[in-house]
């Protein structure tokens, strides 16, 4: 079978506050914003941030929604801890950081001989910085120095009450190959391997299950990268072959195109390709970040949609430094038949109503 997976995409989890989410992930995660629209789907408006690494590349796309009007429930089926590689020999300054940020970091373990530190977001999501091998560049600040920066996703660590048909998903479905167990801990990787091309499940057999839901707290999916709308479809192809017949149809997310699945472990896997332009189809390159951006489909209700949303600031970090030189990416010509099915399946208009108070 011709597997289209190469790596991790981008992971989306569903913080709390807007502001808390920008200030910690900007001030605390060193990420650069490099996106502020909202989310797509429902009658609520919502922000949906978007924080890289430099180069704004994919593989180290990690996508907000602050959503603090329901609480997510923890658990099972979920993305636990979403993992970032770092520099060998940073881990200490990840500590001593972490701790006087109050990002209530645990002890400096190793998993696999590599160390890593586990931390939360303030609306409690799981973080984890590990020592490794990567090239990727990340982004630095006054208190982060590009020598010990997050470069991108290391693997994300998902809950399972089960191993053996989630395993199955991941190798059957999507090309990833065992390539170690320790303790609790199954980890795989699909194309090269290393950092950005992992997952590993975590076996928890006595984990109540999380919630499915949108919900503060707790993460929403995480998506696996193919080369473009071409692969998208015949990833659809293999899902509909194996019997995961609940494949989503192809959604287009401005920035990108979209499949979803929802593994047996209960995690929703998305599969996605990068648009032409990607996440600089809309605004010049060093100024991504800057406001909020609407799909031109909700265009026209900016101003209402605007009434809905928390007032934030930008902290003056996230334009400290000039991101380096962008990565490209775009779906071939070939593709413009799958792209118009994108479209058409997409949805394209909404009536906003305001939240509900509190």
Not at 217 to 229: E, F, K, L, Q
Request: charged share 25%; glycine share 10%; with cysteine.
């Amino acid at each position: 079978m011709e597997y289209q997976v190469d790596g991790i995409h981008h992971i989306t989890v569903c913080a709390g506050g807007a502001q808390d989410d920008v200030d910690f992930m900007i001030k605390v995660a060193g990420q650069r914003l490099i996106k502020q629209t909202v989310l797509f789907d429902g009658r609520y408006a919502h922000y949906h941030m978007y924080y890289a690494n430099a180069a704004a590349e994919p593989g180290s796309v990690y996508t907000t929604f602050p959503y603090s009007r329901v609480a997510g429930r923890p658990g099972s089926g979920q993305l636990a801890h979403t993992s970032y590689s770092i520099p060998k020999g940073s881990i200490s300054f990840w500590k001593e950081h972490l701790t006087r940020h109050n990002a209530r970091p645990g002890e400096v373990k190793e998993r696999f001989g590599q160390k890593y530190l586990q931390f939360s977001h303030p609306s409690g999501l799981g973080l984890e910085v590990m020592e490794t091998v990567d090239s990727r560049i990340g982004y630095s600040n006054k208190e982060i120095s590009r020598d010990v920066a997050m470069q991108g996703f290391n693997s994300g660590l998902m809950s399972v009450r089960e191993i053996g048909e989630t395993e199955r998903f991941f190798v059957e479905a999507l090309g990833f190959r065992k390539t170690g167990q320790e303790g609790n801990i199954h980890r795989y990787e699909v194309g090269k391997g290393g950092a950005g091309a992992m997952v590993e499940l975590v076996h928890e057999p006595e984990r109540p299950s999380g919630s499915w839901t949108f919900g503060a707290g707790t993460a929403h999916h995480i998506a696996m990268n193919v080369a473009d709308d071409e692969a998208l479809a015949k990833q659809k192809g293999i899902y509909e072959e194996l019997g995961y017949t609940d494949c989503s149809e192809i959604k287009d997310r401005n920035y990108f195109h979209s499949i979803y699945c929802r593994c047996p472990g209960g995690i929703l896997v998305e599969c996605a390709a990068t648009a032409p332009g990607a996440f600089a189809k809309d605004e010049p390159y060093q100024q991504m970040g800057h406001e909020l951006l609407l799909p031109p489909w909700f265009e026209e209700q900016r101003k209402a949609i605007e009434a809905m949303l928390e007032p934030i600031t930008i902290p003056e970090e996230n334009f400290a430094n000039p991101l380096i030189e962008p990565v490209s990416a775009a779906v071939p010509g070939s593709a413009a038949a799958t792209a118009a099915a994108a479209a058409e399946a997409s949805r394209r208009k909404a009536e906003f109503i305001p939240a509900d108070k509190k």
